[in-house]
Structure formats: structure tokens, C-alpha cells
Nanobody
Framework: QVQLAESGGGLVQAGGSLRLSCATSGRIFSSHAVAWFRQAPGKEREWVAAVRWNGGNTYHADDVKGRFTISNVGNTVYLQMNNLRPEDPAVYYC????????????????WGQGTQVTVSS
């Protein structure tokens, strides 16, 4: 079983930056992927970015391309978030899928507890 733990959330002004971390434990293979999702109050959980384990390809949602960057170093997956906007606040989750790449929430079996990101205007 894989365990994931997010950290790094907080309050930042619009235009500012945060780096989220997802510490993982357990066996993750290069055929798997770890992704970041976010969920704002009253909205469905949405996929943000994904990375194939251990240096594989990265994928980003259109509305974060050029602002957010996902990376994988050792057993940690990072989400560097720059130029944060008022529409970015949410609880951010990391999750693991045995599939190489998918945006489908249902295909992620292992989830962290989430970390809150708040953006002030």
C-alpha cells in the first residue's frame, strides 16, 4: 500500500507563489503516476497535474500551464505554483494511480489528506 502526505499549503497574495510537497511511502513503480488534484468548496475535485514516477513525463491542466509545474524527486512529488490567481484556492490533494497517466479521479486508489491553499486579492 502507498501512503501520501501533502504539505506546503497556506495563505498567499494573488500573484505570489507556493510549493506543495507530497511525501510518499510504499512501492511506486515507473509505470505508475502521481497527480495533484484540487477541490474548491461546492465544486468537484479536478485534476491539476501528473507525473510518471521517477523522471517520467509530466502533464498539466490547461488552466495551470505556464504557472504550475509538477516534479518528482526521490520519493516526493512537488507542485510549484507561481502567479497564483483568485480562482486557485482549494484543498490540494496528491494521489497515486497504477496507470501511467489519467485525469480520471476514480482511477486513483491512494490519496493524501490534502493541504489548503488560500489566495488573497
Amino acid at each position: 500500500q502507498v501512503q501520501l502526505a501533502e504539505s506546503g499549503g497556506g495563505l498567499v497574495q494573488a500573484g505570489g507563489s507556493l510549493r506543495l510537497s507530497c511525501a510518499t511511502s510504499g512501492r511506486i513503480f515507473s509505470s505508475h503516476a502521481v497527480a495533484w488534484f484540487r477541490q474548491a468548496p461546492g465544486k468537484e475535485r479536478e485534476w491539476v497535474a501528473a507525473v510518471r514516477w521517477n523522471g517520467g513525463n509530466t502533464y498539466h491542466a490547461d488552466d495551470v500551464k505556464g504557472r504550475f509545474t509538477i516534479s518528482n524527486v526521490g520519493n516526493t512529488v512537488y507542485l510549484q505554483m507561481n502567479n497564483l490567481r483568485p480562482e486557485d484556492p482549494a484543498v490540494y490533494y496528491c494521489a497515486r494511480t497504477r496507470r501511467g497517466y489519467t485525469q480520471n479521479t476514480a482511477e486513483y486508489a491512494d490519496w493524501g489528506q490534502g493541504t489548503q491553499v488560500t489566495v488573497s486579492s
